[in-house]
């Protein structure tokens, strides 16, 4: 990329991106032009060169978000002006917003400046579901259905995991996602209509204190710490809902207070990989989980107390790293002495993951 290109660069990062003819998931380096998302390889924990492709965003439609894949709520998907797809993943639900505004923008600065408003869809106006058009009955049921309902899982709090449930932002997207509503105020108010009717019920400190202090039209929350599940005596009976039976582990209770795509040394062949990480507390712990894989089990991971942690200079290859890895790096060494070296996409962010692991060991 010459200079000229990096001057109109609007954004850069990490991105998960669903194969054409493979359908396997790889990570790869996204770079947002004005008229184009370019994306590259890492090896070696370098970025290619040459592009692996690009993406034209003229006329291009963006669908988030894009719920089709199990395990992975975090996929927007871009639709361009030929009818190519693209399926992307972020690694968090604020990095994946993020990246669909900025793509957004982008397209919308392509639009002629002579193009009809007859022809550019109608925002809706917020709130303007009309509820008595609504079968409360026929959209539990859907959220019910074992091939396209909404998915329950295992979510902790404070050291206590609460089964079979669902974030309110799931539920809200889930509901744009089969069209029951066009904007989050929509489905926020369809969502606080099934809850006030007793088809779900509030799980967890957030949304039993949401329901003790709030209207009822302000009772659902549209928020990825609040939990929700259907009623007992209805999930019994209908049972068509996959319900989740992984079991519990002390490891991952604890709060996330950082996720993100870092590159890791391997600690046999010593390649590097991209790796989504997360950091959670009480108790503090390091995961990191393969993207290219839908398990939803980490790769591996390990405690944090006691663990020493410090960045590299970038003068040169440190010691331990094999490859003409340079820049971005820190160092972890466990309390067991495990020896764990990663590399950041940017300073600024090897300087956050280094602040919040000393925060949290």
Not at 12 to 24: D, I, T, W, Y
Not at 96 to 106: G, K, L, S
Request: with cysteine; hydrophobic share 35%; charged share 25%.
């Amino acid at each position: 990329m010459d200079e000229n290109q990096q001057k109109s660069v609007l954004k850069e990062g990490f991105l998960v991106k669903r194969g054409h003819l493979v359908h396997n998931w790889k990570a790869r380096w996204f770079v947002l032009m004005p008229d184009t998302l370019m994306y590259y390889k890492f090896d070696g924990g370098k970025r290619d060169s040459s592009q692996r492709g690009r993406i034209l965003l003229t006329e291009c439609e963006i669908t988030c978000p894009f719920l089709d894949f199990d395990n992975r709520p975090l996929v927007f998907k871009l639709r361009t002006k030929c009818s190519a797809e693209h399926f992307l993943e972020a690694c968090s639900r604020e990095e994946r917003d993020q990246w669909v505004a900025d793509i957004r923008a982008a397209v919308e600065k392509l639009r002629p400046a002579d193009s009809s408003p007859s022809s550019q869809p109608k925002t809706p106006v917020p709130g303007s579901l009309q509820l008595h058009d609504v079968s409360l009955n026929q959209v539990v049921d859907s959220m019910y259905d074992v091939h396209s309902g909404i998915k329950l899982s295992s979510h902790a709090e404070q050291a206590i995991t609460h089964r079979n449930c669902f974030t309110g932002s799931a539920v809200v997207d889930w509901l744009m996602f089969s069209q029951r509503a066009l904007t989050r105020v929509e489905a926020v108010t369809l969502a606080s209509a099934i809850l006030e009717e007793g088809f779900l019920r509030p799980v967890g400190l957030r949304s039993l204190e949401a329901q003790r202090i709030h209207e009822l039209s302000e009772q659902f929350l549209d928020d990825s710490t609040a939990l929700y599940g259907f009623q007992a005596e209805n999930f019994k009976k209908r049972g068509s809902v996959k319900a989740d039976t992984s079991p519990s582990n002390s490891e991952l209770s604890g709060k996330v207070v950082k996720r993100g795509y870092l590159l890791k040394q391997g600690h046999k062949r010593k390649n590097w990989k991209v790796r989504l990480f997360v950091l959670r507390s009480e108790p503090g712990y390091l995961h990191y989980y393969d993207p290219s894989k839908d398990d939803v089990s980490p790769a591996g991971g390990f405690s944090l107390r006691g663990c020493l942690v410090s960045a590299l200079e970038d003068n040169g290859v440190p010691s331990g790293v094999k490859g003409k890895v340079q820049g971005n790096l820190l160092k972890v060494i466990t309390q067991s002495d495990a020896h764990y070296y990663i590399q950041a996409p940017s300073r600024q962010e090897k300087m956050e993951w280094i602040e919040a692991i000393k925060a949290h060991s």
